[in-house]
């Protein structure tokens, strides 16, 4: 079975610049998850999908990133502008529901420069 | 405020020396510890869930226990590919959602 699939997995930009990245998620699983991770640290979430509605985005900076999963399945976060501080490991996780247990994907590590 | 804690924040091992890792956690209705190991440049992947004190799993030289204030990851006769940094999780509280502890850094040299 075939696991998270991110891409890309390395994305290197200039600040001020948009950026954006795309998630597919586990077949079956209805419930989606983007979660930041700085080093050194563990993953904190930024936004939940309930299959398309987002049920939780309270730690999304909503002036600079958005997000959006428009038919259920695979999604997309995107930043713009990119600010240095960005510059993180963003990871996607899925699972059966929200009780089930949360599968990750490889991430991608963005460099702001 | 839901909290996770993790000790130590590294720890260096020989091989088939055992040892263990400590995860402290505060949180209001817990509805689930998680550990997940993570390899550099990769994603975590899930090792265990645990839902209540007294409850223990196992998987190969990995074993997870709980008690309602801590969980711990007892390793046994490590190799050096069980280097990793091992993730501790607490699902619970008013939303409901994953916190992380902040991970423990695990070198096992040969």
């Known amino acids: 079975e075939a696991g998270v699939v991110q891409s890309p997995r390395y994305k290197i930009i200039e600040k001020k610049q948009p950026v954006a990245f795309w998630c597919n998620p586990i077949s079956g699983h209805n419930t989606l998850y983007w979660y930041r991770q700085n080093l050194g640290q563990g993953p904190e979430l930024l936004i939940r999908y309930e299959n398309e509605e987002a049920v939780d985005d309270s730690q999304l900076p909503k002036d600079r990133f958005s997000a959006e999963r428009l038919k259920g399945v695979d999604s997309t976060l995107k930043i713009q502008p990119a600010e240095l501080g960005d510059s993180a490991v963003y990871l996607c996780a899925s699972s059966l529901g929200q009780k089930e247990t949360q599968y990750f994907g490889p991430g991608t590590r963005l460099l702001v420069l | 405020e839901d909290q996770v804690t993790q000790s130590p924040e590294a720890l260096r091992l020989q091989e088939g020396e055992s040892s263990s890792l400590n995860c402290s956690y505060t949180v209001s209705g817990l509805r689930g510890l998680f550990w997940y190991r993570q390899d550099p440049g990769k994603g975590p992947e899930f090792l265990f869930t645990l839902y209540s004190a007294g409850e223990e799993k196992e998987k190969e030289r990995l074993k997870a226990t709980l008690t309602k204030k801590e969980s711990f990851l007892h390793i046994t006769a490590p190799k050096p590919e069980d280097s990793a940094t091992y993730l501790c999780?607490?699902?619970?509280?008013?939303?409901?959602?994953?916190?992380f502890g902040t991970g423990t850094l695990l070198a096992v040299q040969p």
């Open positions: 999780a607490v699902r619970g509280g008013a939303t409901n959602k994953l916190i």
